[in-house]
């Protein structure tokens, strides 16, 4: 009897160790864990190296920069570049100019395409489907294809020289509906229905309930216009003549002349110039993450 008292019931001997459970919870093997690891850290070495090297020739001369092999630590630590870049071009007006036109273009994209998102994903109308596939087709059309009738379009219009061509070429964004589309379809019918029953207008549902749920999607595509913004260069080089009116990867151009180029000066510049994009993107890394994992599940 107490040999029958003493024995575990069958349904505990059979259940695995906690152990185990969180082990195969985590991710398998530490083994694996391990070389899963390992990989990340390669790749993200491999990913590091070429702003450690800007940042490297950054602090050089001109003739240290392509030295073989490559000096990573310069000998000499030029900090008086970064005082330098600011008397031989006027990059503050440059730095300012970006951040205008990154500023207002990623407003008015999260504004388009959020807005166009909703309707094609939460106001039923005939041939909303194909609108949306015919208009998702765009982003496989480069843009080379018709940057010319563009610039007509801009030079009819006199608006070459000038912002207004800029943010109106890229105030839409096909890529921003369809990324915003996809994280509306994961927010339920139900609420927009019991708004509508409630007397809500569309625009009422748009601004009071899906906008404040859609946090992670917005700041996703937020960084991404921002950043694609900001590095533009064919966009400021094609409509910009102007140079009060260049943008900062215009501004880096300075330093090229007709049989040179001061390349410490340009990575001085690039350092600079990615120091605002790092700032925004360490701000909203957790949006962002949240976002993109998130606009692909329905």
Known sequence: MTALHDAPPAAARQRPPAAAEDGNRSGGSPLRRALAYL??????VLVLVPFAWMVSSALKRDNEVFTVPIQWI?????????VEIWERIPLLTYLGNSAFLSVTITLLQLLTG???AYGFAKVRFPGRDGLFLAYIATIAVPWQAYMVPQYIMMQKADLTN?????ILLQAFGAFGVFLMRQYYLSIPDDLCEAARIDGLSEYGIYWRIILPLSKPALASLALLTFVNTWNDYMGPFIYLTSNELWTVQLGLRSFVGQYDAEYAMMMTGAVLSVLPILVIFLLGQRYFIRGIATSGLK
């Open 39 to 44: 990989t990340l850290t390669v790749l993200a």
């Open 74 to 82: 310069p000998r000499e630590l030029r900090w008086s570049n970064f």
């Open 114 to 116: 959020s807005f166009a």
């Open 162 to 166: 000038t912002y207004w061509a800029i």
